[in-house]
T-cell receptor
Framework: DAGITQSPRHKVTETGTPVTLRCHQT?????MYWYRQDPGHGLRLIHY???????DKGEVSDGYSVSRSKTEDFLLTLESATSSQTSVYFC???????????FGSGTRLTVV | AQSVTQLGSHVSVSEGALVLLRCNYS??????LFWYVQYPNQGLQLLLK??????LVKGINGFEAEFKKSETSFHLTKPSAHMSDAAEYFC?????????????FGAGTRLAVHP
């Protein structure tokens, strides 16, 4: 989807297990974002990155960590998954502030 | 802090009727504003954006939106709805940081189009 892919597309995991979601882009964009989408809440920012090894927290970062060791990959880790983290996760990248985001197709995560 | 309010979580229109999806924002600085559309089981696709300049912005699929600073609004319209317009629509305002911005999204409006 416009040079940004997410994996896996679907995942079911057990409470307490760590989970890593991957976002990969092919356009060398500096800015990348992780959001979660929940009914009635729209999209909420979890973490974002403004360059390799440069990341920061969004509004709902508790229980999540990220890493960006290469421009093209932005990983989101749920350190110990909980049922409240059942959600659809979207990654996005951005060329610059005058442009909107380009989103991946999402990862549907279910924590049982 | 910036925020976005979308009035109406569900809107239903007849095919051929006017589509009006409402979005109000709060921002202490001149905002960048965006509308996105999400079709089932897909990611979000940019419909249109306002950054600077002309306040009436045209987007894809015949949609347009008008930035009204005095009303802090950025409503999305389309003169004639098509069945293919059925989707969820999200308004977003940007919070700018140097060369990038964080988007703050509204809760979304699900548009249904019936024959």
């Amino acid at each position: 989807d416009a040079g940004i892919t997410q994996s896996p597309r679907h995942k079911v995991t057990e409470t307490g297990t760590p989970v890593t979601l991957r976002c990969h882009q092919t356009e060398n964009h500096r800015y990348m974002y992780w959001y979660r989408q929940d009914p009635g809440h729209g999209l909420r920012l979890i973490h974002y990155s403004y360059g390799v090894k440069d990341t920061d927290k969004g509004e709902v970062s508790d229980g999540y960590s990220v890493s960006r060791s290469k421009t093209e990959d932005f990983l989101l880790t749920l350190e110990s998954a909980t049922s409240s983290q059942t959600s659809v996760y979207f990654c996005a990248h951005q060329f610059d502030r005058g442009n909107g985001y380009t989103f991946g197709s999402g990862t549907r995560l279910t924590v049982v | 802090a910036q925020s976005v309010t979308q009035l109406g979580s569900h809107v239903s229109v007849s095919e051929g009727a006017l589509v009006l999806l409402r979005c109000n924002y709060s921002s202490s600085v001149p905002p960048y504003l965006f509308w996105y559309v999400q079709y089932p089981n897909q990611g979000l696709q940019l419909l249109l954006k306002y950054t600077t300049g002309a306040t009436l912005v045209k987007g894809i699929n015949g949609f347009e939106a008008e930035f009204k600073k005095s009303e802090t609004s950025f409503h999305l319209t389309k003169p004639s709805a098509h069945m293919s317009d059925a989707a969820e629509y999200f308004c977003a305002v940007s919070e700018a940081f140097g060369g990038y911005n964080k988007l703050i999204f509204g809760a979304g409006t699900r548009l249904a189009v019936h024959p």
